[in-house]
């Protein structure tokens, strides 16, 4: 399963259509629901001529406030294949610091953890 961070919107994931030369899908997703979302405007392109086709992942990538992680669910049809089921994890990056103190670089995330020296 993909994991995305929240709020990207540049990440493509794959599925088998197992037939060339298809265009026009319709795209829904699930996200702490039990009901789907019908992506405003799906990108949904083929690799080549091989029956795989990229799913651009611009919507329905955005955590919920409070949450850590989510899962959500992408359903792809067509009418010349069966339904495509794609399932991501979204997380929520930690903010991280980065402090130079005496010529020596101090990285930590925000939580009650000591800095870690690199």
Do not use: C, W
């Amino acid at each position: 399963m993909l994991r995305v961070e929240s709020g990207k919107l540049t990440l493509l994931d794959y599925f088998d259509a197992e037939v060339t030369g298809l265009t026009a899908f319709t795209v829904s997703f699930a996200k702490n629901t039990t009901s789907f979302t019908t992506m405003t405007t799906p990108t949904v392109t083929e690799v080549g001529t091989t029956g795989i086709y990229a799913l651009l992942l611009d919507e329905g990538t955005t955590i919920a406030a409070g949450n850590q992680t989510e899962s959500v669910l992408y359903l792809i049809q067509h009418v010349g294949m069966p339904p495509k089921i794609i399932k991501i994890e979204i997380y929520d990056a930690p903010d991280v610091n980065v402090k130079e103190v005496n010529d020596v670089v101090i990285i930590g995330d925000g939580s009650a953890t000591p800095f870690n020296v690199a």
